[in-house]
């Protein structure tokens, strides 16, 4: 029996080289896929990922654009920009967000509305690394508090940016407008490019209308980062493109006399140069610091100037709809005149009243008294209109009937939005049997025209539109429409005006006739009670020039019949509204104004040394820009 064999020698070594020959093709493979693999990444794809390389430590960050400054017609800076500190975090930078918020806020007192108004802009993000304001406008005090630890608070930054900055405040907010924080609605409708880096956009008024214009383009700056977002080193940079400057008509001196003409009363001054159609002046008074809305107004002052009784945030003068009053009686006569049913020498008799065929209503003159008393007399259409006779209108309003009064008064501008860089600006309502059917599904009664005629019922005005409309008086039938740019801006060049046609089917004697009327009403004095204008008394035996001008009254509560109108027993809400319009000087107007004082009462007496004053001073101010301009000095 021969001994069983422990090892096979020859065998393990074949399996053994089998295992170093397959182990060794194995790592020739791998080391044969690593170096293509390293051929196509370093090589092949070099250009790819030295880009994704890049990315992460090269950005592309927004320039924001200054936003282009507002001027007044002689150059004073009425919005510009200034610097302002905020608070902002780059959530990338940092490890835990919600513990740095806390902190910041046990530091600075942040309110809810901050943190709230942080969160919705972090959603609306377009790219990362980017910093989200968290506080706006820090003080003095706050930068010192976070700058203390700054080192310890990753992602954290003070930045330096340029804010809106209206310096004339609450005196021009309802002139110009103002800009507010980007919503999440003006986020669903804006450029996101066009406002990378920018927090603010044209809310209202000039502002909003031009905001093409005034916001600029925006610019890029490459810069390399390190691992915490933090900038190293700008690569290279393309400089933002300013926005426009606007210059407007508008006389920032002129707004303050206004203003300060208006006095304690709630209401609304506008002044128009008739020649260019130039907005000089819009004032609504009370007003707001629009400074206050430029960062973000806390909710306790908002809601103050929300519920006032006042309604600061209320633009009276393009928005603010109203009776008009005697104010559209020269408009009236235009049409009466115009159309041949009265001339000059018609005559009405004016006991005090008017009465249609077949009713028992009295409609009453003002100066009616429950005594008996009252009345003008025999009255002609220049005395109807210096001595605002009702009776007379009554009278001219039934012979014209409300479809020539609805047709005619259209022409002037009324019933329509007809300024071109205003778009706040209200229709008014211009009333006639289509809009009483289909609005109240009623006919037109024949009291409803005698209500027209005298500017009460349903028609309704805006000041702008009687400032238009007295113009358009100063033009003799000339329609500009009013405008508040004067340069800066080409869309004012392509805008197209609702205005309607001028008024060439007027005849020149017509105009001078009403134009006569109008300026007997502020000068015709010393006539005796009864005979002399409605203004004279208050402005006219001090105006020093020649005005043409018309007083009113808006009704705001109904009288009834028997009872006699006594103010001073009245709610002060509840007392007729103040109108005066005028245009002046006579011949060769340069201002035209409709003032309103609210509740203000008797329109000769209230609202007319408020256009006086304005007058006064932008006369003035022409006479001695006229002699710095001719060499004769002031």
């Not at 310890?152 to 310096?167: D, F, H, I, K, T």
């Amino acid at each position: 029996m021969e001994p069983l064999a422990l090892k096979d020698h020859d065998k393990e070594s074949r399996v053994f080289l089998a295992r170093v020959l397959l182990a060794f093709s194995l790592a020739v493979f791998l080391m044969i896929l690593l170096v293509f693999r390293l051929f196509y990444l370093q090589i092949i794809q070099h250009e790819i990922f030295s880009t994704l390389s890049d990315q992460n430590r090269i950005q592309v960050q927004p320039l924001p654009p200054m936003r282009g400054l507002i001027y007044d017609r002689h150059g004073e800076l009425i919005a510009d920009n200034s610097p302002s500190f905020h608070l902002a975090i780059t959530p990338e930078a940092v490890v835990d967000l919600e513990e740095l918020i806390h902190k910041l806020d046990k530091m600075l007192n942040l309110s809810e509305r901050e943190i709230e108004r942080f969160r919705k802009q972090l959603a609306r993000r377009n790219r990362a690394f980017e910093s989200v304001p968290l506080r706006y406008k820090l003080s003095q005090r706050e930068i010192a508090k976070i700058s203390v630890d700054l080192s310890s608070m990753p992602g954290v930054q003070v930045e330096a940016r340029l804010v809106r900055n209206y310096p004339k405040g609450e005196l021009m907010v309802h002139a110009i407008g103002s800009v507010r924080r980007i919503n999440e609605k003006d986020a669903e409708s804006i450029d996101p490019i066009a406002y990378l880096g920018t927090d603010h956009i044209g809310k209202i008024g000039i502002e909003k209308y031009y905001e093409k214009d005034l916001l600029g383009q925006v610019g890029y700056q490459r810069v390399e980062i390190d691992a915490r977002g933090r900038v190293m080193k700008i690569l290279d940079y393309n400089l933002p493109l300013p926005g426009s400057d606007l210059h407007l008509y508008l006389d920032s001196r002129l707004q303050q006399v206004a203003f300060d003409a208006l006095g304690n009363n709630r209401g609304a001054v506008v002044a128009i140069e008739p020649k260019t159609g130039g907005v000089l002046a819009i004032v609504s008074k009370p007003g707001y610091d629009p400074n206050l809305f430029v960062t973000g107004i806390d909710h306790s002052t908002y809601s103050k100037l929300r519920e006032s009784e006042s309604t600061p945030l209320f633009n009276r003068a393009v928005q603010g709809q109203y009776e008009p009053g005697s104010t559209i009686k020269p408009m009236l006569g235009l049409s009466a005149l115009s159309s041949g049913v009265i001339d000059e020498t018609y005559l009405v008799e004016d006991p005090g009243w008017y009465q249609l065929p077949g009713e028992e209503r009295l409609y009453r003159d003002w100066n009616w008294k429950i005594t008996g008393e009252g009345g003008h007399g025999q009255v002609n259409l220049e005395k109807a209109i210096y001595r605002s006779c009702n009776v007379f209108f009554y009278d001219v309003s039934a012979k014209l009937g409300i479809d020539n009064i609805s047709k005619d008064l259209s022409l002037f501008g009324f019933g329509a939005q007809t300024s071109l860089d205003l778009p706040e600006a209200k229709k008014g309502l211009l009333p006639s049997r289509e809009w009483k059917r289909k609005v109240r599904a009623l006919p037109w009664y024949p009291g409803d025209t005698l209500n027209i005629g005298i500017g009460q019922g349903d028609m309704l005005v805006t000041p702008l539109q009687l400032a238009t409309s007295v113009s358009l008086i100063a033009n003799r039938g000339y329609w500009i429409a009013p405008r508040v740019l004067k340069s800066g801006s080409d869309r004012i060049g392509t805008a197209k005006s609702k205005a309607p046609d001028n008024l060439d089917h007027i005849m020149s004697k017509h105009w001078d006739s009403i134009i006569n009327a109008m300026e007997k009403v502020v000068h015709r004095g010393g006539q005796g009670t009864g005979e002399n204008g409605t203004a004279w008394a208050s402005i006219g035996q001090f105006v020093n020039y020649r005005m043409a001008g018309k007083s009113g009254t808006a009704q705001v509560v109904g009288i009834a019949q028997g009872e006699e109108y006594k103010e001073e027993e009245l709610d002060e809400r509840l007392r007729k509204h103040a109108w005066f319009v005028g245009f002046a000087p006579l011949n060769e107007p340069t201002i035209a104004i409709a003032v309103i004082v609210e509740n203000g009462g008797s329109g000769s007496e209230i609202a007319a040394p408020v256009a006086k004053a304005v007058i006064d001073f932008h006369l003035g101010r022409e006479a001695k820009d006229s002699l710095r301009i001719s060499g004769g000095g002031v």
